[in-house]
């Protein structure tokens, strides 16, 4: 059974940083690709990061590049995202995802507050 558990989240002033973390169980975590995506109240979930199995293959949404930083330990079976410049927009819950055998995966997501 896969699970994928998210932490880091909290309350930060506008300017500040956070770094997110998710662990992953149930599969083998180096072969797949791991993403981040947010929720805000009211809005759509949308794309915030990806990356590939080893790490090689990054991707980011226009509205994060250059603030944000995914990355990942595989010996750790974990995906990061550090976030930096955090501004009030981007205060959501926030989910880390992996597709699997065709099926997709959610963690329960973290809460990211950014006050201005």
């Known amino acids: 059974q896969v699970q994928l558990v998210e932490s880091g989240g909290g309350l930060v002033q506008a300017g500040g940083s956070l770094r997110l973390s998710c662990v992953a169980s149930g599969l083998a975590f180096g072969n797949y690709a791991m993403g981040w995506f947010r929720q805000a109240p009211g809005k759509e979930r949308e794309f915030v990061a990806s990356?590939?199995?080893?790490?090689?293959?990054?991707s980011y949404a226009d509205s994060v590049k250059g603030r944000f930083t995914i990355s990942r330990d595989n010996a750790k079976n974990s995906v990061y995202l550090q976030m930096n410049s955090l501004k009030p927009e981007d205060t959501a819950v926030y989910y880390c995802?992996?597709?699997?055998?065709?099926?997709?995966?959610w963690g329960q997501g973290t809460q990211v507050t950014v006050s201005s």
């Open positions: 995802k992996t597709d699997r055998v065709g099926r997709t995966y």
């Open positions: 990356i590939n199995w080893n790490g090689v293959s990054i």
